[in-house]
């Protein structure tokens, strides 16, 4: 026997109570759902799963209703929109004039970024409406109903509300079919023939701080829109019309004016003219939730064939935390794919290490399909990669022209044994003649090779090991001098130590 049972809101004007008790709903949360999609074009598409039962308001319910409507006829959803396609019944369940009640909602909303996590506790919050609606009916039907068919009713009733609940989980729609041919990573920028960056995917330049990081993205913008190999350094595309979006997190509008500028000069374009395709935003004053809102809504809007982000540790607020990292790189992968881009991040090195800040860096390395390393030796950036998920490209080298302010290319530093690398350090760095404290010598190492106190104090041990400085009786270090010179040394003269150096290693 088939047996239909209520849902929730069976009447259009009335919210539905129990005992005078209003069941399991958040209001809020649906008028934030509903401001998205009023607010951001396609917000619709990233919630395809959710339909008009999850609102507990009938006034939002009829509003997802129109919304839906005008999808299907691919209309733009806005206030405007959504006032003309209610119908005259959706109407009379308002308690005031639609309009002005659409206009509220979407005036409210100061970004979409939790647009799907609404989504999700919207549904978990109507599983739990329904919950309390089929035990209710359970009740009910006790009384008027075999136990043994009460108790089928009730088991297909809460069948019914498990498989709404997990229909966003549904594993059939990630299966991978070997019968189908699915497209192969586009390039979308290259250096020489190399592939470099690839669309629906996130790529990562790393480097300690000073490593000419953003120098290296300016190169990499003037390739995509310009067509000066030598200024560009090599990086090129085959595509015509390519958009790219630079999202700066870091500098001040003039500083981020400058990039911009010098990326028209290498791309030969008028330095002063604000160009369709490069769009460059500057976002240093926003709180980290509003910059990662401010970047959905221009790669939305915009629709960029890639963008840029510097630096990415600037969109969350702690790079260390596990979860937030995690939703980040999330959201980052989710607007790759959906929007057809490539999504380069910027992020630092942590300092004396070849690792990527925090466990935002850790993460994205894991999900990037490309990993650019920057690394400066005597003023020349060399950059390798660390990761690449495609044919290897060939490593380069550049080095910034004083006069000019821009980079160019140089050939790459030949590699130097161990012991050289330490004679190099070292070289120098103690002023002939004369000695230094233990804490001033670490002080030098510390800056000159841009690493921590540590390995400071590590390479201080081994060139004391290796010759290349000397130590006297009273704790200071000095560099051997010529005969004559050294004669004249007073290697035992009383001086001052500081505490660490009685402890030097």
């Known amino acids: 026997m088939e047996k239909k049972y209520k849902k929730w809101n069976n009447d259009p004007v009335t919210q539905f109570t129990i005992d005078g008790k209003q069941p399991p709903s958040d209001t809020n949360a649906e008028e934030y759902l509903l401001g998205c999609l009023l607010t951001e074009s396609n917000a619709i ?27 299907s006829k691919g209309d733009i959803i806005s206030s405007m929109s959504v006032n003309r396609e209610l119908t005259a019944e959706e109407k009379e369940v308002f308690t005031e004039m639609p309009v002005i009640y659409l206009t509220a909602i979407s005036g409210s909303v100061g970004s979409t970024v939790d647009l799907q996590n609404t989504a999700f506790h919207l549904k978990d919050v109507s599983a739990k409406r329904e919950m309390v609606l089929s035990a209710m009916q359970i009740i009910t ?47 979308i920028l290259y ?8 669309r629906k995917d996130l790529q990562i330049i790393e480097g300690q701080s000073g490593s000419k990081k953003t120098f290296l993205v300016s190169a990499m913008t003037a390739g995509l829109i310009g067509d ?22 870091e500098q001040s509008t003039g500083n981020v004016q400058r990039v911009a500028r010098r990326v028209h000069r290498m791309a030969g374009v008028d330095e002063r003219a604000d160009i369709p ?34 630096n990415v540790k600037d969109l969350v607020n702690d790079f260390n935390n596990i979860e937030e990292s995690m939703k980040a790189v999330t959201i980052l992968m989710q607007l790759a794919s959906r929007n057809n881009c490539a999504i380069c991040c910027v992020i630092h090195q942590n300092v004396g290490s070849a690792k ?12 990037a399909s490309l990993a650019l390393t920057l690394k400066v030796v005597e003023q020349i950036t060399e950059v390798s990669y660390s990761k690449i998920r495609n044919a290897p490209p060939q490593e ?18 030949e590699q130097t044994t161990a012991s050289q690398k330490l004679e190099g350090i070292f070289s120098g760095i103690i002023e002939a003649g004369k ?62 130590r500081d505490t660490e150096d009685n402890f030097p290693f």
């Open 277 to 310: 395709n490069f769009t460059v935003l500057g976002l240093r004053e926003c709180t980290p939730a509003e910059r990662m809102a401010v970047a959905i809504k221009s790669i939305g809007k915009y629709q960029p064939d890639v963008v840029f982000i510097d």
């Open 435 to 496: 000695t230094i404290s233990h804490t001033g010598l670490v002080d030098k190492v510390e800056k000159k090779c841009n690493i921590k106190v540590s390995m400071a104090k590590k390479h201080i041990k081994n060139a004391l090991e290796a010759g290349f400085v000397h130590k006297n009786t009273v704790g200071q270090y000095y560099v051997l001098q010529k005969e004559e010179e050294q004669a004249k040394m007073d290697l035992g003269a009383e001086v001052r």
């Open 45 to 71: 598409e990233r919630i395809e799963t959710i339909t008009p039962d999850v609102f507990y308001n009938e006034a939002n319910k009829a509003i997802f209703r129109a919304c839906k409507r005008l999808q």
């Open 191 to 198: 250096r020489d023939e190399d592939e470099i960056l690839h």
């Open 396 to 413: 380069f080298a550049f080095m910034i022209n004083p006069e000019t302010i821009l980079p160019e290319l140089t050939v790459i530093k």
């Open 141 to 187: 039907d006790i009384d008027t109903l075999d136990p043994l068919d009460s108790l089928t009713f009730g088991k297909d009733r809460f069948t019914s509300i498990e498989n709404s609940f997990y229909s966003d989980y549904s594993f059939e729609k990630y299966i991978i079919s070997r019968g189908l041919d699915f497209d192969k990573p586009e390039a």
């Open 228 to 249: 000066d190999l030598e200024k560009s350094l090599h990086f090129n595309t085959i595509n015509l019309d390519v958009k790219v979006l630079f999202i700066d997190t």
């Open 356 to 367: 990527a800040r925090g466990h935002l860096g850790s993460m994205l390395y894991e999900k």
